[in-house]
C-alpha cells in the first residue's frame, strides 16, 4: 500500500524566513497530494494541493512543487509569520475523494 | 451548512466498554470517511463510504471496530470491548464525487480516552 514519509519532524525559523517540507510517496497510482495544517486541539485543514498533472501551484505566501518522476513532492512557505506555527501533513491520494495517506507531519515553530 | 460536525467532542470509558461515535457530513458530500489520529502522529485511515456503501476497511481495523451509514447521510463508528490503545482522536471527513475535484473536509474529531 501507499506509504508517505515526511521531513522535518521539526522545523524551526526566524519569522520572515522560509520553511520548507519534504515529502516521498511509494504508490504511482497516487495522482494527489494536499496539505493540510493542524493546529494544536483543531481539526486537519487544508491549505492548498496539487494534482500530478501540474508541476507547481502557488497561493500567496505558499508553493508546492511536485516530481511525479521522483515521488517527490515540497511545501514552501514564504515570509512566515507566527500564526504559522502549527503541525503539516503531507499526504496522497488517487483522486481527491478516495482514501488519504498523511505522513507523519512536520511541527513548524516560527518564532517572533 | 457548518461543516462536517462529530458528537461527542470527547468520550471517556473503561475498558471494555463499548462507545459509539456519530459524524455529519457536509448535506451534499457522498463520500465520508473515518480516521484515526494518535499523539504526533498523522491521521490514518480506517473506512469509507460512498452514500451508504462502505467501500473500503483498513487491514489495521479489528473485529471490534464497525462502521455504518444506514441512509447515506450520517455515520456511526463503533468501538466494542475497548482497549487502552483505542485511545484517540477519532476524525470524520466528507466529500462529494459529484462536484468536481473537491477535497475532503474535516470535522473537529472526537477524542476517546480509555481507563
Known amino acids: 500500500g501507499e506509504n508517505v514519509e515526511q521531513h522535518p519532524s521539526t522545523l524551526s525559523v526566524q519569522e520572515g524566513d522560509s520553511a520548507v517540507i519534504k515529502c516521498t510517496y511509494s504508490d504511482s497510482a497516487s495522482n494527489y497530494f494536499p496539505w493540510y495544517k493542524q493546529e494544536l486541539g483543531k481539526r486537519p485543514q487544508l491549505i492548498i494541493d496539487?494534482?500530478?498533472?501540474?508541476g507547481e501551484k502557488k497561493d500567496q505566501r505558499i508553493a508546492v512543487t511536485l516530481n511525479k518522476t521522483a515521488k517527490h513532492f515540497s511545501l514552501h512557505i514564504t515570509e512566515t509569520q507566527p500564526e504559522d506555527s502549527a503541525v503539516y501533513f503531507c499526504?496522497?491520494?488517487?483522486?481527491?475523494?478516495?482514501?488519504?495517506?498523511f505522513g507523519p507531519g512536520t511541527s513548524l515553530s516560527v518564532i517572533p | 451548512d457548518t461543516g462536517v460536525s462529530q458528537d461527542p467532542r470527547h468520550k471517556i470509558t473503561k475498558r471494555g466498554q463499548n462507545v459509539t461515535f456519530r459524524c455529519d457530513p457536509i448535506s451534499e458530500h457522498n463520500r465520508l470517511y473515518w480516521y484515526r489520529q494518535t499523539l504526533g502522529q498523522g491521521p490514518e485511515f480506517l473506512t469509507y463510504?460512498?452514500?451508504?456503501?462502505?467501500?473500503?476497511k483498513s487491514r489495521l481495523l479489528s473485529d471490534r471496530f464497525s462502521a455504518e451509514r444506514p441512509k447515506g447521510s450520517f455515520s456511526t463508528l463503533e468501538i466494542q470491548r475497548t482497549e487502552q490503545g483505542d485511545s484517540a482522536m477519532y476524525l470524520c471527513?466528507?466529500?462529494?464525487?459529484?462536484?468536481?475535484?473537491?477535497?475532503?473536509?474535516f470535522g473537529d474529531g472526537t477524542r476517546l480516552s480509555i481507563l
Open positions: 496539487i494534482r500530478s498533472n501540474v
Open positions: 499526504a496522497a491520494s488517487e483522486t481527491s475523494y478516495d482514501k488519504v495517506i
Open positions: 471527513a466528507s466529500s462529494s464525487t459529484n462536484a468536481g475535484n473537491q477535497p475532503q473536509h
Open positions: 463510504f460512498q452514500n451508504e456503501a462502505q467501500l473500503e
